[in-house]
């Protein structure tokens, strides 16, 4: 079955600080995985996606499939960062066309 | 351009009463659909997923429904509300499996 774990609800930092956003997912196959973003009162949006390998708003994300993770980084968080973050995860085969997603990180980042 | 709208933005609804909340893309054909429930610590729940036409994957038993009347348009409905439905119902879509999803507005329901 495929899963996204994110084990971090909240998190806090202050700004200039570094941040990641841990992902965990399990399965079996060759996974395809974003970040989206949620700012408030805004639409859930992409952020980034680990097949594209781009930095986005000093953002990335690299996939470690030895540890199933797909971590999302920044060097310097800012205060426009703040939002909640979601890892999502495509599924193929029998599962395909399934996207599921974690659970979320809110992230608040303090000046 | 692609656009997605879902309606109503708001809702209030009597336990026991029926639900239909729509979403409709425009631009596109033959897009996937998905119906999520977004609640405070359980994050982004998939509801049902559409891949085409009299396709509907439903992911959790429950008291809700999906259909597809049209190749743009998911329909998300129940015959009787409980409580415990209430929440927030985003809609989304997607050119295919891998690609980028773009959501809808959101419906938030409460139900009384």
């Known amino acids: 079955a495929q899963r996204v774990t994110q084990p971090e609800k909240l998190l806090s930092v202050f700004k200039g600080a570094p941040v990641e956003l841990k992902c965990n997912y399990s399965?079996?196959?060759?996974?395809?995985l974003f970040w989206y973003v949620q700012y408030s009162r805004q639409r859930l949006q992409l952020l980034l996606r680990?097949?594209s390998r781009e930095s986005i708003k000093g953002f990335t994300a690299d996939l470690n499939k030895g540890e199933t993770s797909f971590h999302l980084k920044k060097p310097f968080a800012q205060e426009e960062d703040s939002a909640m973050y979601y890892c999502?995860?495509?599924?193929?085969?029998?599962?395909?066309?399934?996207?599921?997603f974690g659970q979320g990180t809110i992230l608040t980042v303090h000046p | 351009s692609q656009t997605i709208h879902q309606w109503p933005a708001t809702l209030v609804q009597p336990v026991g009463s029926p639900l239909s909340l729509e979403c409709t893309v425009e631009?596109?054909?033959?897009?996937?659909l998905y119906w999520y429930r977004q609640a405070a610590g359980r994050g982004l729940q998939l509801l049902f997923y559409?891949?085409?036409?009299?396709?509907i994957s439903s992911e959790v038993p429950q008291n809700l429904s999906a259909s597809r009347p049209q190749d743009r348009q998911f329909i998300l409905s129940s015959k009787k509300l409980l409580l415990s439905d209430s929440g927030f119902y985003l809609c989304?879509?997607?050119?295919?499996?891998?690609?980028?999803?773009?959501f809808g507005q959101g419906t938030r329901l409460t139900v009384v």
């Open positions: 559409s891949v085409g036409i009299g396709q």
């Open positions: 631009g596109t054909s033959n897009p996937n």
């Open positions: 399965y079996s196959g060759s996974p395809e």
């Open positions: 989304a879509w997607s050119f295919e499996a891998g690609t980028e999803a773009f």
């Open positions: 999502a995860l495509w599924g193929s085969g029998t599962s395909y066309g399934k996207l599921t």
């Open positions: 680990h097949i």
